[in-house]
């Protein structure tokens, strides 16, 4: 089955650090990727998704690259805030399986000033 | 606000009592999805409707678990006998389904604690 793993936290950095979310993924098919975000007591939010090899998703600075080559998805950013604080969950969806999201455990980051 | 919607927010019961959630998703979209997350955990599927048509259900999804979405807008998540183990966050996605991949934008969930 499917499955999607990321890497333990808490992650904790100082403000402008860069930012680094490692994410692996099984899959049958040929999934598409996302990565959502919670911020503290918040719903889940869509951060960037990527459908097919190669695209890059990206938003509010953050970036990730579809590598079907290594199966990963990492997370990235230059330069982390404050508000950045949050708990990152990467995940994946086939459309054969009807397009339910797989998570992984999610990623706890804590930004410092 | 035209996001996903979920009442109540909080629902803390005793172990043995039936329970009931609901969802709105976002207008127009035709698939709804309900997930399970316990703490320090990422969600995890499970079932998901197209319409009013139930398509799918998780092995976690146990018997005592009953969801419906009868005119395909508003869906429930019945938690009958609830136990403790059903502590958790229930979270509700909706999507458009266009053929490819579709986008699910989720609700602020609801939070059961079972005594």
């Known amino acids: 089955g499917n499955s999607v793993t990321q890497m333990e936290g808490p992650v904790t950095l100082s403000e402008e650090a860069f930012l680094t979310i490692n994410c692996t993924y099984t899959?049958?098919?040929?999934?598409?990727l996302f990565w959502y975000v919670q911020y503290p007591g918040e719903g889940l939010q869509l951060l960037l998704k990527?459908?097919?090899?190669?695209d890059k998703g990206s938003n509010k600075g953050f970036e990730a690259t579809y590598r079907k080559e290594t199966t990963s998805f990492h997370l990235e950013k230059g330069s982390v805030q404050v508000s950045d604080s949050a708990v990152y969950f990467c995940?994946?969806?086939?459309?054969?399986?009807?397009?339910?999201?797989?998570f992984g455990g999610g990623t706890r980051v804590l930004v410092k000033p | 606000d035209t996001g996903v919607s979920q009442d109540p927010r909080h629902k803390i019961t005793k172990r043995g009592q039936n329970v009931t959630f609901r969802c709105d998703p976002i207008?127009?979209?035709?698939?709804l999805y309900w997930y399970r997350q316990t703490l320090g955990q990422g969600p995890e599927f499970l079932t998901y409707?197209?319409?009013?048509?139930?398509?799918?259900k998780s092995r976690l999804l146990s018997n005592r678990f009953s969801a419906e979405r009868p005119k395909g807008s508003f869906s429930t998540l019945e938690i009958q006998r609830t136990e403790q183990g059903d502590s958790a966050m229930y979270l509700c996605?909706?999507?458009?389904?266009?053929?490819?991949?579709?986008?699910?934008?989720f609700g602020p969930g609801t939070r059961l604690t079972v005594l």
């Open positions: 995940a994946l969806s086939e459309k054969a399986a009807g397009n339910k999201l797989t």
């Open positions: 409707f197209q319409n009013e048509a139930q398509l799918e």
């Open positions: 990527a459908t097919k090899a190669d």
């Open positions: 996605a909706s999507s458009f389904r266009q053929g490819g991949t579709d986008t699910q934008y």
């Open positions: 207008s127009e979209h035709n698939r």
């Open positions: 899959a049958t098919g040929y999934p598409s």
